[in-house]
């Protein structure tokens, strides 16, 4: 039905056009993946490890699979773990050390000089 609506020729062409479209859809997801934090994965309910092995697997052992595997990333995955990352710089960042002349108490928390007499 496809070969009498397309021909032969048609079909071929479809074939070429469809396998870098979609292996650059599967490079496209698992770049993005892979440049995610892994802890926006993981509050998003995700895996950032299975994502990227899905679209690098499917791009290289399945073809157009790998396309539509990056099309779901890209459109339902991929907006879920922006939803959760938080502002570069912030998430993974180290507090600033306290003032000087601060100390560190028992209970975990930093007081100024005054409440040290």
Do not use: C, N
Request: aromatic share 12%; no cysteine.
């Amino acid at each position: 039905m496809t070969a009498e609506i397309f021909g032969l020729d048609g079909l071929i062409i479809l074939f070429i056009l469809l396998v870098p479209v979609s292996f650059g859809l599967a490079l496209w997801a698992s770049i993005d993946a892979a440049t995610r934090p892994d802890e926006a994965f993981r509050r998003a309910g995700q895996s950032k490890v299975l994502w990227i092995i899905l679209s690098i697997g499917g791009a290289f052992l399945l073809g157009p699979v790998g396309g539509v595997l990056g099309i779901v990333y890209l459109a339902a995955i991929r907006p879920k773990v922006k939803e959760h990352q938080e502002v570069p710089g912030q998430f993974y960042a180290t507090p600033p050390p306290p003032p000087p002349g601060w100390w560190l108490a028992s209970d975990g928390r930093w007081y100024p000089p005054e409440s040290a007499h």
